[in-house]
């Protein structure tokens, strides 16, 4: 399916009167300050398996967590196969755990242990967040061993914090007890935070290695099934040590060394301030049905009290504060900024696939991770296309700026026109032969009629008449238009969002050069 973004006309009209507020940043924004992306594949066949070599033959068994190195490397928690797998130079090879599956479940899949020492010896089970230090040593949230493991920089896989068995225990080392810890984030100053899920609390681990509870434990229960009764998780805002979490699952620490967290269960981003020693909701909400274990999940953007997600998980934070948050369950990665949220990659309908493409054409399947790599990228964990996919962030021409004028790129090209662009009743009017003939199509005119043929099929606007008509394989279809074509002074004019819609083109708006974009 094609998603057409369409041109914001009341911006393009705002900008052009008001002028350009700041220079062209190197990522592009639309209007509604979704950053323009195009996904591609980094690793993995889609195969449900555990084949090393050629990242594009490699195969992982639900890959729960990605970790950009600074090297220019990805770590990849490789959940269902227990093990953490490297892609590097175009190949994948693990990283720690053993090189192939020795332990076996019933069903004659791996089966993970617990097992410290050098890393083609170690072993781990169900491993899900990474994060890493200043130093290399990189930190594991061994989720089905209710442990936090550490792999130092010369490959020691040790255990820093749990044990092994399930259970809720503030203390030292492997004194400490969690439930399913889903994800770390390592501070500075060397804490360790975890998200421990089953427990519904945020953990801190210090540089000594004891293990605090950092907000209240949930006391809900519902029934989830006649008769059944469950403890759950529940929602409350305020004091850290008052705060209430649902199965919390990513973490990211911004600059200033406050803590994001995805509080999953609740459907919410929450951000724990230390200074301030609050927790509070940044992005999402909702309420609990009776007897409900969660906040039901739904999809919605806008402003960031009423957006909605569903089942967030994994987040990463950019250069300009901006939270990426893999919507896991609408199968979308989701961006929080300045106190909106947008989707980056796949869209409001929460269809799943495995597709590349443009923005909201990408199609991902149960988004668990996002990490932003050395190059700028976003990578994501597909976890259920058993993948990882990269998203790349379109860039301006180099020395870009605005001229006061109306221009048009394709792609990354600029489109030249014999006679500038013009703003009609908030539309922006282009030549229609120097656009078609930029996107390949030839023009002929028959009366009042304008044809453009290209290897597609025809489409045919009218001088003076507010609809278009495209002919694909025989099967004319028509559709109405809010801004009729017209001559002026030997040209024919066209508005650009309609006929680039028509073609089946992106089209968004830069308004700080005043630049209409155009992709395919």
Same mark, same amino acid.
Do not use: C
């Given at each position: 399916?094609?998603?057409?973004?369409?041109?914001?006309? /009341?911006?393009?009209?705002?900008?052009?009167?008001?002028?350009?507020?700041?220079?062209?940043?190197?990522?592009?924004?639309?209007?509604?300050?979704?950053?323009?992306?195009?996904?591609?594949?980094?690793?993995?066949?889609?195969?449900?398996?555990?084949?090393?070599?050629?990242?594009?033959?490699? /195969?992982?068994?639900?890959?729960?967590?990605?970790?950009?190195?600074?090297?220019?490397?990805?770590?990849?928690?490789?959940?269902?196969?227990?093990?953490?797998?490297?892609?590097?130079?175009?190949?994948?090879?693990?990283?720690?755990?053993?090189?192939?599956?020795?332990?076996?479940?019933?069903?004659?899949?791996?089966?993970?242990?617990?097992?410290?020492?050098?890393?083609?010896? /170690?072993?781990?089970?169900?491993?899900?967040?990474?994060?890493?230090?200043?130093?290399?040593?990189?930190?594991?949230?061994?989720?089905?061993?209710?442990?936090?493991?550490?792999?130092?920089?010369?490959?020691?896989?040790?255990?820093?914090?749990?044990?092994?068995?399930?259970?809720?225990?503030?203390?030292?080392?492997?004194?400490?007890?969690?439930?399913?810890?889903?994800?770390?984030?390592?501070?500075?100053?060397?804490?360790?935070?975890?998200?421990?899920?089953?427990?519904?609390?945020?953990?801190?681990?210090?540089?000594?290695?004891?293990?605090?509870?950092?907000?209240?434990?949930?006391?809900?229960?519902?029934?989830?099934?006649?008769?059944?009764?469950?403890?759950?998780?529940?929602?409350?805002?305020?004091?850290?040590?008052?705060?209430?979490?649902?199965?919390?699952?990513?973490?990211?620490?911004?600059?200033?060394?406050?803590?994001?967290?995805?509080?999953?269960?609740?459907?919410?981003?929450?951000?724990?301030?230390?200074?301030?020693?609050?927790?509070?909701?940044?992005?999402?909400?909702?309420?609990?049905?009776?007897?409900?274990?969660?906040?039901?999940?739904?999809?919605?953007?806008?402003?960031?009290?009423?957006?909605?997600?569903?089942?967030?998980?994994?987040?990463?934070?950019?250069?300009?504060?901006?939270?990426?948050?893999?919507?896991?369950?609408?199968?979308?990665?989701?961006?929080?900024?300045?106190?909106?949220?947008?989707?980056?990659?796949?869209?409001?309908?929460?269809?799943?696939?495995?597709?590349?493409?443009?923005?909201?054409?990408?199609?991902?399947?149960?988004?668990?991770?996002?990490?932003?790599?050395?190059?700028?990228?976003?990578?994501?964990?597909?976890?259920?296309?058993?993948?990882?996919?990269?998203?790349?962030?379109?860039?301006?021409?180099?020395?870009?700026?605005?001229?006061?004028?109306?221009?048009?790129?394709?792609?990354?090209?600029?489109?030249?026109?014999?006679?500038?662009?013009?703003?009609? /009743?908030?539309?922006?009017?282009?030549?229609?032969?120097?656009?078609?003939?930029?996107?390949?199509?030839?023009?002929?005119?028959?009366?009042?009629?304008?044809?453009?043929?290209?290897?597609?099929?025809?489409?045919?606007?009218?001088?003076?008449?507010?609809?278009?008509?495209?002919?694909?394989?025989?099967?004319?279809?028509?559709?109405?238009?809010?801004?009729?074509?017209?001559?002026?002074?030997?040209?024919?004019?066209?508005?650009?969002?309609?006929?680039?819609?028509?073609?089946?083109?992106?089209?968004?708006?830069?308004?700080?050069?005043?630049?209409?974009?155009?992709?395919?």
């Amino acid at each position: 399916m094609k998603i057409i973004r369409t041109l914001s006309l /009341s911006s393009l009209a705002a900008a052009l009167l008001f002028g350009a507020a700041s220079a062209a940043s190197a990522a592009v924004y639309s209007s509604d300050g979704r950053p323009l992306v195009e996904s591609f594949d980094v690793a993995g066949s889609g195969e449900y398996d555990e084949l090393n070599g050629a990242a594009a033959e490699a /195969s992982f068994r639900h890959p729960g967590s990605v970790l950009a190195l600074e090297d220019g490397s990805l770590l990849v928690a490789d959940t269902g196969n227990h093990r953490i797998r490297l892609i590097r130079h175009g190949d994948v090879s693990v990283y720690a755990g053993v090189e192939v599956s020795v332990l076996f479940d019933d069903a004659g899949l791996p089966s993970g242990a617990l097992r410290d020492g050098t890393s083609d010896l /170690s072993f781990f089970s169900s491993p899900a967040g990474l994060a890493a230090d200043a130093s290399g040593n990189v930190y594991v949230a061994d989720k089905g061993n209710h442990a936090i493991r550490k792999i130092a920089a010369d490959g020691t896989v040790t255990t820093i914090a749990g044990n092994g068995v399930l259970g809720h225990k503030d203390g030292a080392g492997k004194d400490a007890a969690f439930d399913s810890p889903s994800d770390v984030a390592v501070a500075a100053d060397g804490t360790v935070y975890v998200a421990d899920t089953l427990n519904h609390a945020i953990r801190k681990i210090d540089a000594a290695g004891n293990v605090t509870t950092l907000n209240k434990l949930s006391q809900r229960a519902v029934e989830a099934y006649e008769g059944v009764v469950e403890g759950a998780g529940d929602f409350k805002d305020g004091a850290i040590a008052e705060a209430l979490f649902n199965e919390p699952s990513g973490l990211a620490l911004d600059a200033e060394g406050n803590l994001y967290v995805s509080d999953t269960g609740n459907q919410r981003i929450r951000y724990i301030d230390f200074d301030a020693g609050t927790v509070t909701t940044v992005a999402g909400g909702g309420t609990y049905k009776s007897n409900a274990l969660y906040v039901e999940g739904f999809y919605v953007d806008g402003a960031a009290a009423d957006a909605r997600f569903y089942s967030p998980k994994g987040l990463a934070i950019d250069a300009e504060g901006g939270v990426y948050i893999a919507d896991s369950l609408n199968h979308s990665v989701r961006y929080l900024k300045d106190g909106r949220v947008v989707t980056v990659v796949g869209n409001g309908d929460g269809e799943y696939g495995f597709v590349n493409g443009i923005d909201e054409a990408a199609l991902i399947d149960y988004p668990a991770d996002v990490a932003i790599g050395a190059d700028g990228s976003l990578y994501i964990a597909d976890t259920y296309n058993n993948s990882i996919r990269g998203v790349t962030f379109y860039e301006l021409p180099n020395g870009w700026t605005g001229n006061g004028t109306i221009r048009v790129l394709y792609n990354n090209e600029a489109v030249t026109f014999d006679a500038a662009p013009e703003l009609r /009743s908030n539309r922006t009017m282009v030549p229609v032969r120097a656009i078609a003939e930029a996107l390949g199509y030839d023009v002929t005119f028959e009366g009042d009629d304008i044809v453009l043929s290209g290897a597609t099929g025809t489409v045919t606007l009218t001088v003076g008449v507010l609809e278009v008509k495209q002919t694909v394989d025989g099967v004319t279809t028509t559709t109405e238009i809010d801004a009729t074509p017209y001559i002026e002074d030997g040209r024919t004019y066209v508005p650009i969002r309609f006929f680039a819609e028509q073609i089946g083109l992106d089209v968004d708006w830069h308004g700080a050069t005043t630049t209409v974009i155009l992709r395919n």
